[in-house]
C-alpha cells in the first residue's frame, strides 16, 4: 500500500489574493476567510470578506469564473432563494 502513495506530496491550501478598498491593501487570505452567496442574478452574487488589515467588511460582486473558483478552493457558499 505504501508504495500506492509515494509519489504523493502533502498538499498545499488554497488562498485567494485580494485587495481591500478602503486601505488599499493586498493580502492572500485563506478559503475559511470568505463567504459566497450565489443569488438568482448577478446583482445577487457576491463574495465577502473582512480585511485583516483594517476589519473592514468588503463585499465584491461574483461573475461565474470567480463562482468557479472560490468554489473549486473550497470557499463556503450560500444559496440565496429567490422571494416569491
Known amino acids: 500500500m505504501a508504495s500506492a502513495f509515494s509519489g504523493m506530496t502533502r498538499a498545499r491550501p488554497v488562498v485567494f489574493r485580494v485587495a481591500c478598498p478602503d486601505c488599499r491593501g493586498g493580502f492572500e487570505l485563506a478559503a475559511a476567510a470568505f463567504r459566497l452567496a450565489i443569488g438568482a442574478t448577478h446583482r445577487t452574487t457576491f463574495y465577502s470578506f473582512t480585511c485583516p488589515e ?7 460582486p461574483a461573475g461565474e469564473r470567480i463562482v468557479e473558483l472560490l468554489t473549486g478552493g473550497g470557499v463556503r457558499t ?4 429567490p422571494t416569491v
Not at 450560500?78 to 432563494?81: D, M, T
Open 54 to 60: 483594517c476589519g473592514t467588511a468588503v463585499r465584491k
Open 78 to 81: 450560500l444559496r440565496l432563494h
